[in-house]
């Protein structure tokens, strides 16, 4: 009796394990291959159909192999390239692709990491091929959305045998090597320099040339305010002159008088000593109101 449990459960677990085996589950990113003693039987889920969920399959005959359905990356390793203009350049690209034919895709690569080295194979002769024909400044900025375009269609016709479709690929940094980097350094010091020079001598001739000018027009304002000063100082005196002698017309002695007194209170100081003459002319009108 013990013997007979031992022996039922032993082909329970063998029944169960060969259930297990008899089925699989495809999600919607996936895409499965079936081989049946090795060869490919069909293909489950691929590009838009809807076959996602449990699958059967025969056991111990069948195996399957499921691939990603959904874009992938890959990040190629920096490469050096020589642009049109032999300028050295170092480029760090990546790519974007995505299985479109699995079953193809098994019979030429069979594995991711296979698929993969094939993609970094061409990819670095589809970059070299084509930055090679353009200057270095087209590659850093000029031209780079046309030059990614071209690449792409490249490395698409060449990875078109392994079912693989090449979605997308960029430029993430072009640059000198470390050994060339210093010299272009020192050119655009050299370059900004001279710049730098050529704007300070043009500023310093622009602030001669306009403090020049300031001097000229503050020597000609100065003439023409001395100028109408003179003017305007002549034909004061002109005028007081004419006062005068229109006041002498009119009253000779009280005219003489006048300037006397003036004469007096300008020369006539506290504290001033006068040595003059009591009958000198000045003091006329001391004694006598007539000046006599």
């Known amino acids: 009796?013990?013997?007979?449990?031992?022996?039922?459960?032993?082909?329970?677990?063998?029944?169960?394990?060969?259930?297990?085996?008899?089925?699989?589950?495809?999600?919607?990113?996936?895409?499965?291959?079936?081989?049946?003693?090795?060869?490919?039987?069909?293909v489950v889920n691929e590009g838009d159909s809807n076959e996602a969920g449990l699958r059967f399959k025969w056991p111990v005959i069948q195996n399957i192999i499921i691939y990603d359905k959904r874009n992938l990356g890959f990040d190629l390793a920096e490469q050096e390239i020589i642009a049109s203009d032999q300028q050295r350049l170092i480029v760090d690209a990546i790519a974007r692709y995505r299985i479109r034919d699995p079953l193809q895709f098994f019979r030429s690569a069979q594995t991711i990491a296979n698929a993969e080295n094939q993609l970094r194979q061409r990819m670095i002769a589809a970059l070299r091929g084509e930055l090679g024909k353009v200057?270095?400044?087209?590659?850093?900025?000029?031209?780079?959305?046309?030059?990614?375009?071209?690449?792409?269609?490249?490395?698409?016709?060449?990875?078109t045998d392994f079912g693989v479709e090449i979605i997308d690929v960029r430029i993430r940094r072009a640059d000198y090597p470390p050994a060339n980097s210093q010299a272009a350094?020192?050119?655009?010091?050299?370059?900004?320099?001279?710049?730098?020079?050529?704007?300070?001598?043009?500023?310093?001739?622009?602030?001669?040339?306009?403090?020049?000018?300031?001097?000229?027009?503050?020597?000609?304002?100065?003439?023409?305010?001395?100028?109408?000063?003179?003017?305007?100082?002549?034909?004061?005196?002109?005028?007081?002159?004419?006062?005068?002698?229109?006041?002498?017309?009119?009253?000779?002695?009280?005219?003489?008088?006048?300037?006397?007194m003036q004469a007096y209170e300008r020369s006539i100081k506290d504290g001033t000593p006068l040595v003059i003459s009591p009958d000198s002319e000045f003091f006329r009108y001391f004694g006598n109101k007539d000046g006599r």
């Open 1 to 42: 009796m013990q013997r007979t449990l031992v022996i039922g459960g032993i082909v329970a677990a063998i029944a169960l394990i060969i259930l297990a085996n008899c089925f699989y589950i495809v999600r919607v990113d996936q895409q499965a291959i079936v081989l049946q003693f090795g060869e490919q039987r069909d």
């Open 135 to 159: 200057a270095q400044p087209d590659i850093i900025s000029g031209q780079r959305a046309q030059l990614m375009q071209r690449i792409k269609t490249t490395l698409n016709a060449s990875m």
């Open 185 to 260: 350094y020192e050119r655009m010091k050299t370059d900004l320099q001279q710049k730098a020079a050529l704007y300070r001598a043009e500023g310093e001739e622009l602030y001669l040339r306009t403090v020049g000018d300031a001097d000229r027009q503050v020597s000609v304002l100065l003439a023409d305010a001395n100028e109408t000063s003179q003017k305007l100082r002549g034909e004061g005196d002109a005028l007081r002159n004419a006062i005068y002698a229109a006041a002498y017309g009119k009253d000779p002695e009280f005219f003489s008088f006048y300037r006397s």
